[in-house]
T-cell receptor, first 117, second 109 residues
Framework: NAGVTQTPKFQVLKTGQSMTLQCAQD?????MSWYRQDPGMGLRLIHY???????DQGEVPNGYNVSRSTTEDFPLRLLSAAPSQTSVYFC????????????????FGPGTRLTVL | KNEVEQSPQNLTAQEGEFITINCSYS?????LHWLQQHPGGGIVSLFM???GKKKHGRLIATINIQEKHSSLHITASHPRDSAVYIC???????????FGKGTRLSVIA
């Protein structure tokens, strides 16, 4: 298994540009989520999904859109990038049902470092 | 919303020392996670526990549900243990995790 993959690893955008951060997992996990990590702050949830076709907002959803058309993929879209969105973005996935391996272990992607100028 | 506090924020230890990192939370939970973030940025899950104690190699995690407190211990610390250790809690079922800000550990040879 490749686990959770994210692309790109690094990205520089200008204010106002749009882009999509890609996330894919090959573990058939129902639950996928996007976090951002900023200096001095814990990981903050942007959006999450408990299955294909179902998404919900997390703690800091403004300026981001997501969709979940397949179990494997969970792209994060920045509609009009702003300097405040400069951050490291992590995608994660896990099972949702206790008893499947008995745990809700979250598997994290390697992260995408985004800079908005 | 659950508030998750970790202490200390930063910790420097000599190789071989016994290390303790603490995590407190404000609201009852269904599960608590300990994660490790490597200097390169990758995040891996170390433990998930809802009661008692778990051990994996030199790592031990304990939780006291009544006191809303968990500890992560590292025995015989090694420079390769240098990382940020993150505590995260889940309020119930499969609600999203709430993360602490992390504890940065440096182990010096």
């Amino acid at each position: 298994n490749a686990g959770v993959t994210q692309t790109p690893k690094f990205q520089v955008l200008k204010t106002g540009q749009s882009m999509t951060l890609q996330c894919a997992q090959d573990m058939n996990h129902e639950y996928m989520s996007w976090y951002r990590q900023d200096p001095g702050m814990g990981l903050r949830l942007i959006h999450y999904s408990v299955g294909a076709g179902i998404t919900d907002q997390g703690e800091v959803p403004n300026g981001y859109n997501v969709s979940r058309s397949t179990t494997e993929d969970f792209p994060l879209r920045l509609l009009s990038a702003a300097p405040s969105q400069t951050s490291v973005y992590f995608c994660a996935s896990s099972y949702t049902t206790p008893g499947r391996h008995g745990i809700y272990t979250q598997y994290f992607g390697p992260g995408t470092r985004l800079t908005v100028l | 919303k659950n508030e998750v506090e970790q202490s200390p924020q930063n910790l420097t230890a000599q190789e071989g020392e016994f290390i303790t990192i603490n995590c407190s939370y404000s609201v009852g939970i269904s599960a608590l996670h300990w994660l490790q973030q490597h200097p390169g940025g990758g995040i891996v899950s170390l433990f998930m526990l809802s009661s008692g104690k778990k051990k994996h190699g030199r790592l031990i995690a304990t939780i006291n549900i009544q006191e809303k407190h968990s500890s992560l211990h590292i025995t015989a610390s090694h420079p390769r243990d240098s990382a940020v250790y993150i505590c995260a809690v889940r309020n119930s079922g499969n609600t999203p995790l709430v993360f602490g800000k992390g504890t940065r550990l440096s182990v010096i040879a």
